[in-house]
């Protein structure tokens, strides 16, 4: 009876429980560094700031005429890795967007590269997202927006004022942004959809621009491209994957393969190199 009396008396019956943990709460603070997103126009800076607030769990996009959402890293590897954690992080559409759009909505993204001063070598990188909306067939020259130029931005892009960093085209000495086409391996992203599995759709799209690298008739290897031009260095970290049997098929070659439902990753640069930080600990789903 007495250890029942003390296990009561050190118990506060008003204390409020505390905040229900997420598994975003165990992303080292580094990670963070570094990155902003939001709706807000975003600021480039030589200064890694800490995240200026708290990771959400809900991303929403509307449909049709509203603000662009970004998402901004320090680096290409630092993005994905950090969205490879985040797993209780989701996009997915409003309430009114699914109201409005009465189908399912996909996914458009928009890859950014931005130096951080004329004179500097450092590149931030920068995801755009919206809901895609196809063109009606009123507006002029719509097929520009379903042919997958990698430099026209989405028709969806085009509804509301741009940010100022995507208004000086897909190459300038500043800034290159690539629109992500869809293609066979790497369709537009079904939404709602996770980080981890937005991460693993991001480097799809990778490997498919590694794909294209000797064909000189279309734009699609140009992320690969420019990846390599602002990051030379990642260029020369040396492959950390364990390809012993167990690893290829407990780790990223059979997560890859239940994310896009296709056959074993390309060799190479751009295969287990380059996805070796997507290594985490969750079960992914088709995007698709």
Request: glycine fraction near 6%.
């Amino acid at each position: 009876m007495q250890e029942d009396e003390d296990d009561d008396e050190g118990t506060d019956p008003n204390a409020r429980p505390g905040p229900a943990l997420t598994a975003n709460q165990y992303v080292e603070p580094e990670m963070l560094m570094g990155i902003s997103m939001g709706f807000s126009r975003p600021v480039i800076s030589t200064v890694l700031s800490p995240m200026a607030m708290a990771m959400p769990q809900v991303i929403t996009l509307p449909y049709g005429k509203a603000p662009i959402f970004h998402f901004q890293a320090p680096t290409w590897r630092h993005m994905l890795k950090l969205m490879a954690r985040l797993s209780g992080t989701r996009v997915e559409p409003t309430v009114e967007a699914i109201t409005l759009a009465k189908h399912e909505l996909k996914l458009r993204t928009v890859i950014q590269f931005v130096k951080v001063h004329h004179s500097a070598s450092e590149w931030r990188t920068l995801l755009y997202f919206t809901t895609d909306m196809p063109p009606p067939t009123s507006v002029a020259n719509s097929y520009k927006y379903t042919n997958n130029d990698v430099n026209t931005l989405p028709y969806s892009y085009t509804l509301s004022p741009l940010p100022q960093l995507l208004r000086d085209g897909a190459d300038s000495p500043m800034a290159k942004y690539y629109v992500v086409p869809a293609t066979n391996s790497t369709p537009y992203p079904t939404l709602p959809i996770n980080f981890p599995n937005l991460a693993m759709y991001l480097q799809s799209a990778v490997e498919d621009s590694r794909k294209a690298a000797n064909d000189s008739s279309g734009g699609v290897r140009k992320l690969a491209h420019n990846i390599d031009s602002c990051y030379p260095r990642d260029n020369e970290r040396p492959d950390s994957l364990d390809l012993s049997e167990s690893s290829k098929n407990r780790g990223v070659g059979g997560m890859f393969k239940r994310v896009i439902n296709r056959g074993k990753t390309p060799r190479g640069r751009g295969g287990n190199e380059e996805i070796y930080d997507l290594v985490t600990p969750f079960v992914s789903e088709e995007w698709g």
